[in-house]
């Protein structure tokens, strides 16, 4: 399911549109999408961002139509995000504790898991180097 996902870059706030569409987010989901917005604003088009619920086990960010960069769960039971993190990055971080949640570090996609919100920020270069193209 495809929904409309814009970031106003001067508020620092998302839209989630077409109310027959909506995906039905929490605050704290909410807020997890503008922290990683307000993280890459400076190194990509956040008007290429997009939402999608590919799974019924996730929501992922994506950029630029193609590019499932993040992927994410938080809940009151489970919170982590996955990242697609470039090859080079992979090969530098197979021992960094932030992707411990990462059993088989062959796979595109490495989990970090959260603790709170707050986890974000030591996974910001992360976050960025997985979504500029």
Known sequence: MAIEFRFDPENKSIFIGEPEKELSLTSDEETLLETVCSFIADHVDVSMLGIEKRSNDYISIIYGGMNDFLRFKYTSRTKWISLRLPIPLQKENENNPLFSAQK??????????????????????????????
């Open 104 to 133: 088989n570090k062959r796979q595109l996609h490495w989990k970090a898991s959260l603790s709170s919100l707050d986890d974000l920020e030591a996974l910001k270069p992360f976050i960025i180097a997985s979504c500029v193209p």
